[in-house]
């Protein structure tokens, strides 16, 4: 059973950073493909995806957050990341990783089946 455990949200005032992680259970980084992705959502709107990335380090962003925000991965650790730089109060959300083991491919729009619980990351102005 896939499980993905977020972690690294906070308060943070504009222009500062956060790193969130995203630690993956039951599924390897290293003997499989996959496509990993990072979105928010702030109550009353839709879900909006962030980053992408997969097995091969290939990586997708919205303009919103290109930039700004980095998704990387630590094979050995199994564990995803979002280096959130130059933050702004719009970027207040709560924020899921999620998963998609034995993806074809990757990139914004793609399918996720597995999430994590979420993250909270509040940006004051």
């Known amino acids: 059973q896939v499980q993905l455990v977020e972690s690294g949200g906070g308060s943070v005032q504009a222009g500062g950073s956060l790193r969130l992680s995203c630690v993956v259970f039951g599924y390897s980084f290293i003997y499989s493909s996959y496509c990993m992705g990072w979105f928010r959502q702030v109550p009353g709107k839709g879900r909006e995806e962030v980053a992408t990335i997969n097995r091969n380090g290939d990586t997708n962003y919205p303009d919103s957050v290109k930039g700004r925000f980095t998704i990387s991965k630590d094979n050995a650790k199994n564990t995803l990341y979002l280096q959130m730089n130059s933050l702004k109060p719009e970027d207040t959300a709560m924020y899921y990783c999620?998963?998609?083991?034995?993806?074809?491919?990757?990139?914004?729009?793609?399918?996720?089946?597995?999430w994590g619980q979420g993250t909270q990351v509040t940006v004051s102005s």
């Open positions: 999620a998963a998609e083991p034995w993806a074809a491919t990757c990139s914004l729009g793609s399918h996720y089946t597995h």
